[in-house]
């Protein structure tokens, strides 16, 4: 069956730091993977996407991801991160080939990032 | 702007009252879907559809139920059979793949549900 794993259900990282938040998937066959942000009280907002091609994606905010096909991981990372980077983070995949559009989801990962 | 609008924001039910979420798209997107969002739950998915006047089922589908009567509109109607439905809905959508391009979702800015 598909899944996605987000291992971490809080990440604190102060400001200025590194941070990374963790994404594992299982899929049968070549996967398409995303990531979104969350605000409070808000939709979820498309942050990047790894199709085809380069291992390492950049997206919005000066976020990138790898993507670690032996790993079966795509982890979000951001040299240094901002207060305002604090928010919900939700990794998603799906197959590259079939019908199904649908989108699996991981539970999310809850980013705090102290000034 | 293209996007998606979910209405009303906050939405407000007595015990054994349907309620009707809406959501609309100017996106000319094809498939739209309905998600709930419980905390520390993620996103279930409740219902979908990738064509108009055709939708399936998701993981928590009882005690819902939709119409996709044209392709701008998905809206979501939450029955007295759903037991506890305060909870923050999302909608969804996107559009037909072509070739090796594929698309994620754009979302609405959600329906928080509460039963009073």
């Known amino acids: 069956a598909q899944s996605v794993a987000q291992p971490e259900d809080q990440v604190n990282v102060a400001e200025g730091n590194p941070l990374t938040v963790k994404c594992t998937y299982s899929?049968?066959?070549?996967?398409?993977l995303f990531w979104y942000v969350q605000y409070p009280n808000r939709g979820l907002q498309f942050l990047l996407k790894?199709?085809?091609?380069d291992n390492l994606v950049k997206g919005s905010y000066g976020f990138e991801a790898e993507f670690n096909k032996s790993q079966t991981s795509f982890h979000l990372k951001k040299p240094s991160a901002l207060v305002s980077d604090s928010a919900l983070y939700f990794c998603?995949?799906?197959?590259?080939?079939?019908?199904?559009?649908?989108?699996?989801w991981g539970l999310g990962t809850s980013l705090a990032v102290n000034p | 702007d293209g996007g998606i609008t979910q209405s009303p924001k906050y939405l407000f039910r007595k015990e054994g009252q349907n309620v009707t979420l809406s959501c609309e798209q100017n996106?000319?997107?094809?498939?739209m879907y309905w998600y709930r969002q419980d905390p520390g739950q993620g996103l279930r998915l409740i219902y979908y559809?990738?064509?108009?006047?055709?939708?399936q089922k998701g993981d928590i589908a009882e005690g819902y139920s939709v119409s996709r009567e044209k392709k701008e509109s998905f809206p979501l109607t939450v029955t007295s059979a759903q037991k506890n439905p305060t909870a923050f809905y999302l909608c969804?959508?996107?559009?037909?793949?072509?070739?090796?391009?594929?698309?994620?979702?754009?979302f609405g800015s959600g329906t928080r549900l509460t039963v009073v």
């Open positions: 969804a959508s996107s559009p037909r793949d072509r070739g090796s391009s594929s698309y994620g979702y754009t």
């Open positions: 996106l000319n997107h094809d498939a």
């Open positions: 559809s990738q064509i108009v006047n055709d939708f």
């Open positions: 899929v049968s066959g070549n996967p398409y």
């Open positions: 790894y199709i085809t091609g």
């Open positions: 998603a995949v799906r197959l590259s080939a079939g019908n199904n559009r649908k989108l699996i």
